[in-house]
């Protein structure tokens, strides 16, 4: 073997045993960093704080809109418990939405989000608030949603803000997580509500 041979063939171990030497490095970065965003998933969008049961008297309760009417209808259970309290419907494109708002019964206030995501449900759900003197409003959603709804509820709505689980949406999981990891940097960021 040649001095030439010899040398390439020295440097060719050098950068491999130097690639190795890294990932070894930043191995136990990445097993933490991993392990860090499943544990804040896990606490954040899967089992995140509901205020259930709900101990007080409640003056308004909202189902955000999406889900195919799965909030609709956990809302409409917490109603069965709450007569008193108002129903108010954030129109988005499920059907039994839309069909509530188009001849709104007594005691039922429905309203466009602008933007149509959760910061605008959130103002919308302030100003409604305001207007009608509510001191209370149950915001009803699905569970990987409650963290990030809360967070941007609570910005617009003076009186308190009770956050019910409507249990996880039928959607597909894993593209739920990440378009509510989305959502919930956005919500720290740039789109804050109020």
Known sequence: ???????????????????????????PLVLFASATWLALTAWLLLWPDSDEPVSVSVDAVVPLAGADGQRLRAARDLLAEQPEAALVLSMGDDRETTAACQRPAEGVHCFRADPHRTSGEARAIGRLARQHGWKSVAVVTTTTHLTRARLLIEQCVDGEVVMIDAGLWRGELPGRLLREWGGLLGAFTFDRAC
């Open 1 to 27: 073997m040649t001095l030439e041979a010899e040398t390439l063939e020295a440097r060719s171990r050098d950068r491999a045993g130097a690639g190795r030497t890294r990932f070894r490095a930043l191995a």
